[in-house]
């Protein structure tokens, strides 16, 4: 794989972000967005083709005003390709159901066949992937000039899944391209989370998966760390995450 800055490299001034730490909700909101931007269906099979992946998204169409792309990344905001994030939406989620999630997805893989709580050490230390611990991420993006300069619109998981159509407008309305109500409301519908399950099903990605048991679209809600997490792993947690938790607005324990 290039490294991380190589894969920015063709990035235009126009282009704008979805990103998330990995598990976040950014395939719901991404299969949202690719239907609304483009009026063509989203699956698994080919979900980037007009969202696509940093370092993979040279023929992703022009999508956005301006001839502006519409690109997904998980990478932090860090490093020398921070100077390629000109606009954003940033989509986050309780650390700790990104936990729970990230580790049955590594389990459904058979990349991971350890417990749960020697798995969330790993977590919190950032090394289940290339892109940091969860909470250096978050707070890479909250405290980056986008915000400061309005170029970020930051999405809560929790809160999309309480109010789709509300925050799926927002992020249309921020990549100029306004669509009317109802439109986004059948997309909700289309999108929802048996609908999301029934093509996860119908995938060539579900087929290929080592455990065919343990869906991507698994409880596709909030909350579940808490019939996951020990009273060891929610302190450890807490310790390991300061007071992001808080700023977030999600209660530090069950």
Not at 19 to 41: A, C, D, I
Not at 66 to 80: L, Q, T, V
Not at 157 to 168: I, T
Request: aromatic share 12%; glycine share 8%; net charge neutral.
């Amino acid at each position: 794989m290039l490294p991380v800055v190589y894969r920015h490299t063709t990035v235009s001034r126009r282009d704008a972000f979805l990103v998330s730490y990995p598990k976040s909700g950014n395939t719901w909101l991404r299969f949202m967005l690719t239907h609304l931007l483009s009026g063509s269906e989203a699956d698994f099979d080919r979900d980037s083709t007009v969202i696509g992946e940093v370092g993979s998204h040279r023929a992703t169409p022009e999508v956005l005003p301006a001839g502006g792309r519409m690109i997904k990344s998980h990478e932090p905001y860090s490093g020398p390709q921070k100077r390629f994030y000109r606009k954003a939406i940033y989509l986050v989620r309780d650390g700790r159901d990104v936990a729970v999630s990230y580790y049955y997805t590594l389990i459904r893989r058979e990349l991971f066949t350890g417990d749960f709580s020697p798995f969330l050490r790993l977590f919190l230390d950032g090394g289940v992937d290339g892109y940091g611990p969860w909470h250096q991420h978050v707070e890479s993006w909250l405290d980056s000039p986008l915000e400061e300069s309005g170029s970020l619109l930051v999405l809560k998981y929790e809160e999309l899944l309480k109010e789709p159509v509300r925050h799926v407008s927002a992020a249309m309305e921020f990549l100029g391209r306004p669509v009317s109500g109802p439109r986004v409301e059948e997309t909700v519908r289309a999108y929802s989370a048996d609908k999301m399950r029934e093509r996860e099903r119908q995938s060539r990605f579900h087929e290929q998966q080592k455990r065919s048991d343990i869906m991507f679209v698994r409880t596709a809600g909030s909350g579940d760390w808490a019939r996951t997490f020990s009273a060891e792993d929610e302190a450890l947690f807490a310790q390991a995450t300061a007071g992001l938790l808080p700023r977030l607005g999600y209660a530090r324990s069950s």
